[in-house]
């Protein structure tokens, strides 16, 4: 575990400890509140994560990086970008993932659009976030994510 991830967990179970000190009755009230919101999620992370898992099976790296490596810039740009958005992978695999693109010849523009959309831009994540968030935040959000990733891909090319 990193420190960040262990910095939050200690930090959460700190405020927790604070708000329980506090009025235990309201925390209980909310730790039940959220462990039933978490219930009704659980089917549709399942689903996210079998989707997840079935499109990295059908879209291994090797032939994203043999599809990406093999177009000029900007269509291998938006090509990557568009892998990246029907996948929806941790930053933790995320980033060796688009290091293993890299060293297998992939431009740095395409694998920062592949990397950006990767964690920001999420398709198969769309009906939870239509469900707790609403269709128009869902659109939103998601357009926003995937004009950014290009903007900050093109950027990092030219940087780099």
Avoid: Y
Wanted: overall charge positive.
């Amino acid at each position: 575990m990193d420190i960040f991830t262990l910095a939050i967990w200690v930090g959460t179970l700190v405020f927790l400890g604070v708000s329980f000190a506090r009025d235990k009755v309201k925390t209980k009230q909310a730790l039940k509140m959220a462990f039933g919101m978490g219930k009704g999620m659980v089917a549709n992370i399942l689903s996210i994560i079998f989707a997840i898992g079935l499109i990295l099976t059908i879209l291994p790296p090797t032939e994203i990086a043999s599809f990406v490596g093999n177009r000029s810039v900007l269509l291998a740009t938006i090509a990557a970008a568009l892998f990246g958005t029907v996948t929806l992978v941790p930053a933790f695999i995320a980033f060796p993932l688009v290091g293993t693109l890299v060293n297998a010849g992939v431009s740095v523009v395409p694998a920062v659009a592949f990397l950006t959309t990767l964690t920001m831009v999420g398709a198969v994540t769309i009906p939870l976030e239509k469900k707790e968030f609403g269709l128009k935040f869902t659109v939103i959000r998601n357009s926003l994510s995937f004009l950014f990733a290009i903007v900050i891909a093109l950027v990092m090319g030219v940087m780099i």
